[in-house]
Nanobody, 119 residues
């Protein structure tokens, strides 16, 4: 059964750092591009960062470039989002997404983890 389980959310002060993790179960991880999205109150769900299935190509939203880093470990079936220099506008629910690179209709989501940046 397919599961994506995010962890690492919580409360962090402005300027602080946090690392999100996503553990996947039930599919061939190395066939899937992995992404992190976020959904802030009153806004649409936006793409934050994306990494291809073998970890050689990454893309970032302009708002997080230079602050966030996405990475993956195909042996452990894990994807990470290292977030530095966090600001209140980064407050959102962060979701892990897996999308098959050849058959994109195979598209899975985690349940989300809340990140709150506040003093």
């Amino acid at each position: 059964q397919v599961h994506l389980v995010e962890s690492g959310g919580g409360l962090v002060q402005p300027g602080g750092s946090q690392r999100l993790s996503c553990q996947v179960f039930g599919f061939i991880f190395s066939s899937y591009a992995m992404s992190w999205y976020r959904h802030a109150p009153g806004k649409e769900r936006d793409l934050v960062a994306q990494i291809n299935r073998i970890g050689t190509t990454t893309n970032y939203a302009d708002s997080v470039k230079g602050r966030f880093t996405i990475s993956r470990d195909n042996d452990k079936k894990m994807v990470y989002l290292q977030m530095n220099s966090l600001q209140p506008e980064d407050t959102a629910v962060y979701y892990c997404n897996a999308r098959h690179e050849i058959f994109p209709t195979f598209d899975y989501w985690g349940q989300g983890t809340q990140v709150t940046v506040s003093s």
